[in-house]
């Protein structure tokens, strides 16, 4: 076989198998679409609740780290109020060194007979000279004085930069549980995606009804359902309470059907620690806008001692989740992002971790 013919044999050879690998890259690329088939109606919202939960949790976790980044926030201010102050010292301390240089500088290249000789009033001259020790000291002072002024203000920006670079620390945890949120939330809608434009629209239609079944729940000013259909016994409805638990109960109540955003804290919309926030700062007490920092805000109750008023907790490994106990085992709560503020009962979600009493 000649060389000619061997190069056209191989060349046809690298075709045939080239066509060969992009035929089966478009089957392997096939066979991967089909393992992963589209979901039933039931699947996909069992798989939009799951990541939106997570996504929930991720939210809270976020909410977590605020009070740290507040604390430090307010301590780089206070030391950057340090630092200008102590630079205003050493400033201070740099002129008084700077006019005593002059002032010794007039004198440094004479001797003292020198000096009382061409002197217009040897007399004053000779009175001064008797302080010419005193003036040296008070330079050897305003240099120890620099010194030390100059030794806190390094201090002062070390620390500036240690607590500059904790906070960017924990902002980028922060940036990060936000990321992690909003992934969730994007991977909730790629399994929507998945569904026909019918089953789209009817999880929308169930979610539009939810949130229209959660408003209707709302108290009206005299404490009755804004429903007019009573019938029924209202197992859900909020038991009576008085004071500032009460209070908290008919703000959190009066917010039924408002949609979860992450880190919203009113007035139309709350993510779950912004809406118990929201409702018990409505009774006059300050909570944090952190499941996880409302736990140690109040004292901590038994499950068979709830009252209405009382802030419930849940999450595991760590609390990512808190509702506030109306009575009648139920909760209300703004659960996650596809659902909107409503009631639930305390064992909707697993994880029960405590409840504490504010105020």
């Known amino acids: 076989m000649s060389i000619g013919r061997t190069k056209r044999f191989k060349g046809i050879a690298l075709a ?5 690998a992009v035929v089966a890259g478009v089957i392997f690329i096939q066979t991967g679409a089909d393992a992963d088939p589209k979901p039933t109606l039931a699947q996909a919202k069992a798989q939009v609740a799951a990541l939106h939960t997570k996504a929930a949790a991720a939210g809270e976790a976020a909410n977590d780290l605020r009070g740290q980044i507040t604390a430090s926030q307010l301590r780089v201010k206070a030391l950057q109020a340090g630092i200008a102050k102590q630079q205003a010292q050493v400033d201070g301390v740099k002129k008084q060194i700077g006019s005593l240089a002059v002032a010794g500088y007039q004198t440094s290249g004479m001797t003292t007979t020198a000096q009382l000789l061409l002197s217009t009033n040897p007399d004053q001259f ?8 005193a003036f040296a000291g008070q330079q050897n002072s305003a240099l120890r004085r620099f010194q030390s002024a100059q030794g806190k203000l390094t201090d002062l920006q070390a620390s500036e930069q240690s607590e500059l670079a904790a906070l960017q620390a924990v902002q980028g945890k ?13 991977a909730a809608e790629k399994v929507l995606d998945k569904l026909t ?19 209707a729940e709302r108290p009206t000013r005299d404490g009755d359902r804004t429903s007019e259909e009573k019938e029924e016994p209202e197992n859900d409805a909020p038991v009576p309470a008085n004071g500032r638990a009460g209070a908290a109960v008919s ?20 993510d779950c620690s912004g809406l ?84």
């Open 174 to 186: 922060q940036d990060a549980l936000k990321k992690q949120l909003q992934a969730n939330v994007d």
């Open 16 to 20: 045939a198998i080239t066509s060969t």
């Open 197 to 215: 434009d019918s089953e789209r629209a009817r999880i929308q239609a169930e979610n539009e009804q939810e949130e229209e079944e959660a408003r």
């Open 126 to 133: 000779l009175s001064q000279a008797s302080t010419a020790q």
């Open 276 to 359: 118990t926030m929201y409702a018990w700062g409505k009774a006059g007490v300050s909570l944090s806008h952190s499941s996880k920092a409302q736990y140690s805000e109040g004292r901590k109750v038994s499950r068979s001692d709830l009252k209405p008023g009382d802030l419930v907790f849940y999450g595991s490994p760590s609390i990512s989740h808190v509702g506030m106990y109306i009575g009648n085992g139920r909760m209300v709560h703004a659960p996650n992002p596809s659902r909107p503020v409503k009631t639930d009962d305390l064992d909707y979600m697993s994880g029960y971790v405590g409840a504490v009493r504010p105020g």
């Open 251 to 270: 703000a959190a109540m009066a917010q039924l059907g408002d949609k979860y955003v992450w880190g919203a804290t009113g007035p139309d919309r709350f």
